[in-house]
């Protein structure tokens, strides 16, 4: 049986795989930057399937401006969560080219972090312990300590800083998650459906916190979900995709202030347009 002293390291080993995080000083320098441009160019990809090949992806093109928020919408299984997959380098793209501030993305780089629906936290390590790990794996927490610090502060996590994860709410846990991304001082979140498991009401108002997150810090992001009113309450643009081979059919542009408020006529009418071209407005 593995012990937790094993898994301890067998995570710090994961995540040693990742490159050094840059010294910037501390997470509050993500506001002195700009985010991250991304652009995919002409992007399609295809899975093997037994002897043949299945296209999730149909020339994507996509651009996320520094410091936007562009979120995707689209059916159950269009291909969304691959394209998230190509942006953050994990896998290649079967055509097309994918850039980040004009230089090709080939792998995955700190400055890119993914965030899950699954906030994957040890359950054995306190708080502060979850969001340092990629430091401490690295040798940089003794000189970084401020990083960890900063990040739970900008979650409002820090009186939380000695607590473990079953004494976590879920809305908590997923700002751990979120504190553990911060610590790299990302240029661009991509975010995979990190509100998913959440209640309803937990969920609302974690979108509240994560565009306030998103302001603070000054990151692009690349959000994919499921839910209309999200996706027009967080985004500057929604893209809406179509069912597998995914492309995009449709680009929402939300030209509201924030904070928004969800029964804002505009947000109504955009919701009607995106549910329009998913094929469901009739049940509205």
């Known amino acids: 049986m593995v012990g937790l002293a094993e898994l301890d390291r067998l995570g710090s080993d994961l995540a040693a795989l990742v490159p050094p995080v840059p010294d910037t000083g ?13 652009e995919v160019a002409g992007v399609s990809h295809w899975f093997r399937v037994g002897s043949g090949a299945l296209q999730v992806l149909d020339q994507v093109d996509l651009t996320v401006a520094p410091g936007e928020f562009v979120a995707l919408l689209g059916p159950s299984g269009c291909g969304k969560s691959t394209l998230l997959r190509l942006v953050a380098g994990l896998e290649p793209a079967s ?7 004009g230089q090709p993305i080939t792998r995955p780089d700190p400055s890119r972090i993914v965030v899950f629906q699954d906030p994957t936290l040890f359950p054995w390590r306190t708080v502060f312990d979850n969001v340092a790990l990629g430091l401490q794996a690295r040798g940089l ?54 509100l998913g498991k959440l209640d309803s009401l937990t969920r609302i108002a974690m979108q509240s916190e994560l565009v306030k997150l998103w302001q603070r810090a000054g990151f692009s992001a690349l959000l994919v979900t499921h839910d209309v009113e999200e996706a027009l309450f967080l985004a500057n643009r929604v893209m809406v995709l179509s069912d597998r081979p995914a492309r995009i059919v449709a680009e929402l542009k939300v030209e509201l202030p924030y904070p928004r408020h969800r029964g804002d006529p505009q947000l109504a009418a955009l919701r009607h347009e995106a549910l329009r071209h998913l094929g469901l407005d009739a049940t509205w």
């Open 26 to 38: 501390t997470v509050a320098h993500a506001q002195a930057r700009s985010g991250a441009r991304i």
């Open 95 to 101: 055509a097309g080219t994918i850039a980040q501030d």
């Open 141 to 194: 927490l003794p000189a970084q300590r401020s990083r960890v610090d900063d990040a739970l502060r900008l979650v409002g996590l820090t009186e939380f800083a000695k607590s473990f994860p079953h004494q976590l709410s879920g809305g908590m846990a997923q700002r751990v998650a979120l504190a553990r991304a911060l610590v790299n001082d990302p240029q661009l979140l991509v975010l995979d459906e990190p």
